[in-house]
């Protein structure tokens, strides 16, 4: 089986960063369709960001993360990263990293990956 394992997570004011790593163990990551999603209270999961397997990964993201948050993955180390910049409070909330099963697949699910989860960053902002 893949293990997700996030780090990175803490607490930052308004405006600032935080860089969000995930490491993945069974399969390299570059078999796998990778994904960040985040949780808040009450809410939904949703995606944040997205990367496919090409040998030039292409990345896709949320609304609200263009422009401010790249993710990013390390296929020789195993890890999935997440930069995030000019945060909000609206960017609180657990931070989960996702892969799906290996496959032949040539294309990811525009839903992301579900198949694995991390146990979950948390990030709060403060103003």
């Known amino acids: 089986q893949i293990q997700l394992v996030e780090s990175g997570g803490g607490s930052v004011q308004a405006g600032g960063s935080l860089t969000l790593s995930c490491a993945a163990s069974?399969?390299?990551?570059?078999?796998?369709?990778l994904g960040w999603f985040r949780q808040s209270p009450g809410k939904q999961r949703e995606i944040v960001a997205l990367?496919?397997?090409?040998?030039?990964?292409?990345?896709s993201y949320a609304d609200f993360a263009k422009g401010r948050f790249i993710i990013a993955k390390n296929n020789f180390k195993r890890t999935l990263s997440l930069q995030m910049n000019n945060l909000t409070p609206e960017d609180t909330g657990m931070y989960f990293c996702?892969?799906?099963?290996?496959?032949?697949?040539?294309?990811?699910?525009?839903?992301?990956?579900?198949?694995?989860w991390g146990q979950g960053t948390q990030v709060t902002v403060s103003s």
């Open positions: 990367i496919d397997k090409a040998n030039v990964p292409v990345a």
């Open positions: 996702a892969s799906d099963h290996p496959s032949s697949r040539s294309t990811c699910p525009k839903s992301g990956p579900s198949d694995y």
């Open positions: 069974g399969y390299s990551t570059d078999s796998l369709c």
